[in-house]
């Protein structure tokens, strides 16, 4: 068989792709599969991947072409001749999140002979060196004689060559070689000679094919072990990015593709800089940062909700030689959260210690100085200038005496006496007893509350918060206003919690002031001691909740608590409110 013709006839009989490229990167040979890949001529990987080739390299590598993944192996010629490539479909890798498990598979192809080629050296054996005919090799299943022309190589797992029967006439007769997994028949294979074929071909051959299945078998156990990887990765709860320097995404785990918010295949391939919005501005930072310094990098960044902390490491893949970089994010949202209360606490505790002592002295004087006016009172002539100048003495020391009082509560230590029970225990009774001073001010409460919603609290405890925040959204409302309370059951960040929330329809808040509201003695209401809010704070705090103020789309000021549902003692809940 000349050069020529083995060329062709391995052309013909692999299922892979297969095909020569020429130094001008002409196709000057292939085959039929080659054409059903329709490679892109122009793409920059393909550019790429022949010049690297024709310097002289062996290459393995992967590539997406189309829908599917390739492994695509390719080998210099002899005398600059060109290159020879050969595509093997990864059939149980074809997409990106197998990324690592398709960079495993190329480092076999790569580090030993493709499978396609260790079958070439067994038709070497067979139709070259020991006079079997090629034309006359036929393949068959366990339930027909061989009939079909050999077309891929062998991929049967576990199998064992066996010899011919020694009965057989081999210059007369075809060859039978049957090809066994665990004891049972999976093929057979027909051989027939063309010039004195030797049954120590069959051996020599068998080898091959022994190092062939072998290969086979190594293929699919990593194939397992790369399936158990990928469900590991997945698993990993924090979220996961593998991109490559451009900041281009080459795998995600599970968490961070729910963190993107879109199917895994739309991930894969795009910019770490999904949008010009955190987190995703900060993660093409931390990509650059990474890749001009080659040294790992850290960050902490804050999206609407949560607050994450940012790794970032550099590796080089050891299987196609790309430079890679992996994130890895960490929320951190509950941690800052418990920081900031404990700072937070211990900055209200020392605080209110002070002011407790600064009010517990000055509450003294004042109570003499009450005494006083009643007793000059008393003692003077009824003159109406005296009473008027009197009575306003005791507007001013009642307004002292009410800052004092609040002082007081302010810096009071409490201990919690918390029990599991519902916002039904402690709501109701606070609304109606709002109502008269809403009254007073023509201004309407509305309610939205669901029933069932069980937590820890302490009734007293709360019921002060809430006669706070409605006593002081009447304050801030108009005549014919609404104030409107409502509470419900949600889930944020995987927990269950119970949002409460008390709305009015003044003026609200000044966004210059939204990030003060809660700080000791601030106020913009003529007569507030700006404790009102510091005080729900505390409260909130702690209940183990959290408490926000903002402006409601209506116009009109709201304030959000929420605090940790207690399951065990929920009873059966509806999703309708109670109105009135």
């Known amino acids: ?37 329709a490679i892109d001529m122009r793409e920059p990987w393909w550019r790429d991947l022949c010049a690297r080739v024709l310097a002289g390299r062996g290459v393995a590598a992967p590539a997406r072409i189309g829908e599917r993944t390739y492994a695509i192996t390719a080998n210099p010629l002899q005398e600059n001749a060109g290159a020879v490539f050969v595509a093997r479909e990864l059939t149980e890798t074809r997409v990106e999140r197998d990324d690592l498990l398709e960079l495993a598979v190329t480092r076999i192809f790569a580090t030993d002979k493709p499978l396609a080629a260790t079958l070439v050296d067994v038709l070497e054996f067979l139709c070259e060196s020991d006079g079997w005919d090629y034309g006359a090799l036929r393949i068959g299943s366990d339930a027909a004689p061989p009939a079909a022309p050999i077309a891929t190589p062998i991929a049967t797992p576990i199998a064992t060559w066996t010899r011919p029967d020694a009965n057989v006439d081999l210059a007369e007769a075809p060859a039978t070689v049957s090809l066994r997994a665990a004891d049972r028949l999976v ?34 156990a990593i194939e397992r072990k790369g399936q158990e990887w990928s469900l590991t990765f997945d698993a990993i709860e924090l979220p996961i990015f593998i991109t490559r320097v451009d900041g281009t995404i080459a795998r995600v785990n599970r968490a961070a593709r729910d963190l993107a ?13 999904i949008d010009a919005r955190e987190p995703w501005r900060t993660l093409a930072d931390v990509v650059a940062a990474v890749r001009d310094s080659r040294t790992p990098c850290t960050a902490q960044l804050t999206d609407n909700t949560r607050t994450w902390d940012v790794s970032a490491s550099w590796f080089r893949s050891a299987s196609d030689d790309d ?142 918060a809430f006669e706070n925040l409605i006593t002081n959204a009447i304050q801030h409302s108009s005549a014919g206003d609404r104030v409107v309370i409502s509470a419900r059951a949600l889930r944020d960040g995987g927990r269950d919690v119970i949002e409460c929330a008390v709305r009015d329809e003044g003026p609200g808040f000044s966004p210059s002031d939204l990030p003060r509201v809660f700080q000791p003695f601030f106020t913009r209401r003529r007569g507030g001691t700006g404790l009102g809010l510091s005080i729900v704070q505390r409260i909130v705090d702690e209940h183990g909740g959290t408490v926000s103020a903002g402006n409601a789309e209506g116009g009109g000021a709201v304030v959000t608590m929420r605090f940790p549902a207690w399951r065990e003692w929920s009873t059966t809940r509806t999703n309708e409110p109670t109105t009135s």
């Open 187 to 220: 093929g057979v294979l027909e051989l027939r000679p063309s010039r004195g074929g030797h049954p120590r071909a069959l051996e020599r051959a068998g080898g091959s094919l022994a190092r062939l299945i072998e290969r086979h078998r190594l293929l699919e």
């Open 323 to 464: 430079e890679r970089v992996i994130i890895v994010m960490r929320d951190v949202t509950t941690v800052i959260e418990l920081q900031e209360s404990v700072r937070r606490g211990e900055q209200l505790a020392a605080l209110g210690e002070l002011v407790a002592g600064v009010a517990h002295e000055v509450r003294n004087p004042i109570f003499g100085m009450g005494l006083t006016v009643d007793a000059l009172q008393s003692m003077l002539p009824d003159d109406d200038d005296f009473n008027e100048l009197a009575g306003v003495l005791r507007t001013w020391l009642d307004r002292l005496n009410r800052l004092m009082e609040s002082l007081l509560e302010y810096g009071r230590t409490w201990t919690l006496e918390l029990r599991g029970g519902t916002l039904g225990d402690v709501l109701p009774p606070v609304i109606d007893g709002c109502r008269q001073i809403a009254a007073q001010s023509s201004v309407a409460i509305e309610t939205a509350i669901e029933p069932d919603l069980a937590m820890l609290l302490d009734p007293s405890r709360l019921t002060h």
């Open 261 to 273: 918010g879109a199917e895994f295949e739309s991930v894969v391939g795009r910019p770490i800089a």
């Open 1 to 37: 068989m000349t050069d020529e013709r083995a060329i062709d006839v391995l052309l013909e009989t692999v299922s892979d792709a297969v095909w020569i490229v020429a130094p001008s990167l002409e196709v000057v040979r292939a085959n039929a599969p080659f054409a059903a890949l």
